[in-house]
């Protein structure tokens, strides 16, 4: 566990760039479903990312949903250095740690040492990679994923352009959607994500996303930075 504090001591000496918070209304089958939250602090090679998810009273008395990720992520190419993710769904109740050492080729976590021969991401990480290239219709784009342990490779493209008109404003978007590997994955939706990214802004303006009990989808409310 010593690595993994070491990391955030890290992360402290470094000086502070910039810091971009996104909030997200959440809808599950077209019923107000919480609120999200995506923070990014811009720390000189690294990116630090929280994010977390909360259901609005009526659903967390029906269903308990919340979620919280902080990552450390390097940030020209945006994969994992650090994660740790702690989720509930209903009764379901996980929490995963994890550091990544590409230097040796290792990923170390509270129960296990394993491996590590490939850059990886999670579902938030390849939404600010993708946020951050230049986009034109039909790019293709590979990802090796990592969730609680489990490792799977994913693959998105640029299948649309779309308008999307919130607050007042319009932003022009591309749109991103998964494609699958083989039959099994493309049974097992669960986790993968649908996006609208503005050209102009380069911003997530909707996050849908596949769980186990349905479509919840994200929709851009207010932008916030600081320096």
Known sequence: MKSFYFIFSLCLLFPIEKIEILSYHAEF???GAGTAVMKTTT??????????FKA????DFFY?????????INRQNHFLEYINHNSQQGKRIKNHEAYFDYSNNKIFSKSYTTNLNKKLYNSISII??????????????????????????????????????LNNKTY???????????ATD??????????????????????????????????????????
């Open 186 to 227: 493309e049974k097992n939706k669960k986790g993968n994500i649908k996006l609208w990214i503005s050209k102009k802004e380069q911003l997530p303006i909707i996050i849908e996303q596949t769980a186990s009990f349905g479509e919840i989808i994200l929709t851009l409310n207010t932008i916030q930075h600081e320096h």
């Open 56 to 59: 609005n009273k009526i659903i």
């Open 43 to 52: 720390l000189d090679d690294k990116k630090e990312i929280l994010f977390s």
């Open 29 to 31: 089958k077209n019923i």
């Open 128 to 165: 600010t990679f993708l946020r951050n290239q230049k986009l034109t219709i039909n790019d293709r784009y590979i990802f090796d994923t990592y969730n609680f342990g489990k490792i799977k490779k994913i693959g998105m493209k640029v299948v649309n352009q779309e308008n999307i008109v």
């Open 172 to 182: 022009h978007c591309f749109v991103l959607a998964p494609f699958y590997f083989n």
């Open 64 to 72: 308990k949903l919340h979620e919280t990720i902080l990552m450390v």
